[in-house]
């Protein structure tokens, strides 16, 4: 699996695709879609100049923490999974 980098926000990570989606219901491949988010201000601040010392969009850093965030939870999403499995069957 190749890890999310800001010179490549396309990258799939089927790990974390599975986490959001579900086996049942897989987007396409580095669809995206537009969300909002609250977050501090001092939090957009330094994200904003983050952004315009490196040259990195802050999309694209909201990206590769969103990601890195559903990696971090895994097991709990793998835990519910697995709790739902025993109760059907």
């Known amino acids: ?3 999310y980098t800001p010179e490549n926000p396309e990258t799939f990570d089927p790990e974390a695709q599975d986490i959001v989606s579900g086996p049942e219901r897989q987007p396409r491949r580095g669809r995206s879609v537009p969300t909002n988010v609250l977050i501090p201000m001092v939090h957009r601040e330094a994200l904003r100049r983050l952004s315009a010392v490196t040259r990195v969009s802050q999309s ?3 990206r590769e923490a969103v990601t890195d965030l559903l990696r ?3 097991h709990v999403v793998d835990e ?3 709790r739902k499995d025993r109760l059907a069957g």
């Open 80 to 82: 519910e999974r697995s």
């Open 1 to 3: 699996m190749s890890e």
């Open 60 to 62: 694209e850093y909201l």
């Open 72 to 74: 971090k939870y895994r």
